[in-house]
T-cell receptor
Framework: DTGVSQDPRHKITKRGQNVTFRCDPISEHNRLYWYRQTLGQGPEFLTYFQNEAQLEKSRLLSDRFSAERPKGSFSTLEIQRTEQGDSAMYLC?????????FGPGTRLTVL | AQKITQTQPGMFVQEKEAVTLDCTYDTSDQSYGLFWYKQPSSGEMIFLIYQGSYDEQNATEGRYSLNFQKARKSANLVISASQLGDSAMYFCAMREGLGGSQGNLIFGKGTKLSVKP
C-alpha cells in the first residue's frame, strides 16, 4: 500500500455518460499526476498539479477530460460524454523524491 | 524527444534463476532518472528501483538490481533468484522534461515476465 488511494476502483458506464474519479495522495507531497493506461501499453501522462495549480494540461486527451485539485489536497478527473475508447485504467501518482507512488487505479469500462 | 524502448514483449524464466529485462532510453539531458515498476495482474504499479544519471554505482534493492550503462543508454533490470510471484508486467520509465523538472514519467511498452516452476 503506497498510501495513495483512488475511488472508485471499478466503474462501468454507458457511452455518453459523465464519470468522475477521485485520488487522495499522500498528504505531505505537493505534486499529483494523472495517467491513463490502455490494454497492453504503459501508462500515458495526462496532467499534473503542484498544490492546487494545474501546471500541464495540454496532454489531456480531449476537451472532454478535465481535472481539478481544490485546496491542493485530493484531485478529481472527470470525463464527459464518455466513449468506448475511454475504457482504460486511470492512475494517479504522487512524487516524493526519487520514487513515484501510484494509487491502485480506477478501471473504467464504457459500454 | 525522450523515449523508452523495451524490446522484449515477453520473457520466460525458470524459478530460482536470474533474468534480465532490457531497457534502452533516449534523451539529450545530462540529468535524468530511470525507474522500474512491476504491474501484477491486479493492476497496481509497484515501484521497484531508481537510478539517477549521476549515480556512480548501479542501484540495488533486494533481489532487484539495475545494470546502468550510460554510454549505451541502457538500464536493464536484473532479477535474481526468480520467484513465482515475480510473474507480472515490468515497465521501464524515465522522468520527462529538462532535468526531469516536470516530474511525470514516460514509460516503455513493458515486458511480460512469466516464471516457470
Amino acid at each position: 500500500d503506497t498510501g495513495v488511494s483512488q475511488d472508485p476502483r471499478h466503474k462501468i458506464t454507458k457511452r455518453g455518460q459523465n464519470v468522475t474519479f477521485r485520488c487522495d495522495p499522500i498528504s505531505e507531497h505537493n505534486r499529483l499526476y494523472w495517467y491513463r493506461q490502455t490494454l497492453g501499453q504503459g501508462p500515458e501522462f495526462l496532467t499534473y498539479f503542484q498544490n492546487e495549480a494545474q501546471l500541464e494540461k495540454s496532454r489531456l486527451l480531449s476537451d472532454r477530460f478535465s481535472a481539478e485539485r481544490p485546496k491542493g489536497s485530493f484531485s478529481t478527473l472527470e470525463i464527459q460524454r464518455t466513449e468506448q475508447g475511454d475504457s482504460a485504467m486511470y492512475l494517479c501518482a504522487d512524487l516524493p523524491l526519487n520514487e513515484q507512488f501510484f494509487g491502485p487505479g480506477t478501471r473504467l469500462t464504457v459500454l | 524527444a525522450q523515449k523508452i524502448t523495451q524490446t522484449q514483449p515477453g520473457m520466460f524464466v525458470q524459478e530460482k534463476e536470474a533474468v534480465t529485462l532490457d531497457c534502452t532510453y533516449d534523451t539529450s539531458d545530462q540529468s535524468y532518472g530511470l525507474f522500474w515498476y512491476k504491474q501484477p495482474s491486479s493492476g497496481e504499479m509497484i515501484f521497484l528501483i531508481y537510478q539517477g544519471s549521476y549515480d556512480e554505482q548501479n542501484a540495488t534493492e533486494g533481489r532487484y538490481s539495475l545494470n546502468f550503462q550510460k554510454a549505451r543508454k541502457s538500464a536493464n533490470l536484473v532479477i535474481s533468484a526468480s520467484q513465482l510471484g515475480d510473474s507480472a508486467m515490468y515497465f521501464c520509465a524515465m522522468r520527462e522534461g529538462l532535468g526531469g523538472s516536470q516530474g511525470n514519467l514516460i514509460f516503455g511498452k513493458g515486458t511480460k515476465l512469466s516464471v516457470k516452476p
